[in-house]
């Protein structure tokens, strides 16, 4: 199983990214999806999570601000990062659940300048 993550970047308060994850040797229209991230000297945190039916929850923090969405056709999960914020700035990691196994991609640096 591989998950490779894109779109991280330098971004002003305010601004917008998306980020995306292509996964490959997974079966992943069955499996749910999400995206995590964790910030220094923080723990690592769930940001928002897609179930295989396509259904999203997200922490508070990032509500109204950020949309998780699905495309089974490329085995793609994405995140939509709009009025971003300082407190934003962290390590996106994905990550893909199929029964009781989880995997991870590798992180991409978010960084919101204030």
């Known amino acids: 199983v591989q998950l490779q993550a894109s779109g991280g970047g330098l971004v002003q308060a305010g601004g917008s990214l998306r980020l995306s994850c292509a996964a490959s040797g997974i079966l992943f229209r069955v499996s749910a999806a999400g ?8 723990q690592r945190e769930l940001v928002a ?15 109204g601000r950020f949309t998780i ?7 793609t999960v994405y995140l939509q990062m709009n009025s971003l914020k300082a407190e934003d700035t962290a390590d996106y990691y994905c990550n893909v659940e199929f029964g009781r196994s989880q995997y991870w991609g590798q992180g991409t ?3 919101v300048s204030s």
């Open 69 to 75: 969405s699905r495309d089974n056709a490329k085995n």
């Open 109 to 111: 640096l978010v960084t």
């Open 49 to 63: 999570r897609i179930t295989s039916s396509g259904r999203p929850n997200y922490v508070d923090s990032v509500k």
């Open 35 to 42: 995206w995590y991230r964790q910030a220094p000297g923080k």
